[in-house]
């Protein structure tokens, strides 16, 4: 049986991987797009937010390399699985926190570099100290996609639009699979069920995405 | 309370309003165009000089506004920049 980062059912890896690769593409798109109306705006969330789905994108793109490359190397050593599970847990801890912390420090609506960097380091602590590291991980995205969402709530309570109700239902959706994936150390299938709900989620910002760009 | 979403339909507006005018217009057209304090005016056009939408001429008429390159692009791409920002809830308070 391979050996992967996750805890999923083996007849899953292979999707995850092309699950988690598919996510990567949609919020690298999602990543330039912003970047390019930054450059036409100057509006400066507009570059937090391309940098924010960006570090996103990197984490899903990091682990998706890392189970695939884990899948097909047959001969792999117990330290060289032990290095590759470090990696994937770093680039956990690194990009997909930082990505998170950004797009919770845009919904607070505070231009000051202080409290994010109280945020940074709070979070990223507490990520690096606890031992029970990828339940931490997932609790902690949680708690930061929790604010989010209310974020994306209000902004869809302010401005009830067609866009603006999909992208509050796509946070919604990634705070149900986070919350998922805390208990799926326990249970294999809730890593299934997670990237579902990951999928669905991701799709939703693809299609808002399509919404935006068309004429 | 003005949000920058305010700011980004005011840009749009004067950098039209420039348009409008074969891209250049006098500092007194523009606040009438768009409709605009005189304090506001001034803050406006040094952002919008700042962001490097449009910029300053002297003439024998007295200063003048000029759209640039990337004013024009702003006004091609404004739909779905604001698009973009209200469905990512990205509007900036001022």
Redesign the interface.
Known sequence: MAVTYYFAPSWFIIFGIIFEALFAIILISISLIAYKFYRVSKQEKLKLFSLAFGSIALYYLIKSLINANLLTSGDITRAQLLDLGQLSLFAHIFFMLAGLVILLYISLNVKNSRLFSLLIVIIFLTAFISRNSIAIFYSISTVLLSYICLHYYESYKKKPQRNNLIVFIAFLLLLIANLDFIFSIQHPILTVIGHFIEFTSYILFLINLIFVLKK | MKT?RDR?EIFHDMLKAINDKNGKIKPTHLMYKSNLSHSMLNEYLAELIK?KFIEEIETNEGKSYVITK?GL??IE?YS??I???????????V
């Not at chain 2, 698009?83 to 308070?93: A, I, N, P, R, T």
């Open positions: 920058k980004l962001r990337a692009e702003y791409k779905s920049i698009k973009f920002v209200d469905s990512f809830g990205l509007e900036e308070e």
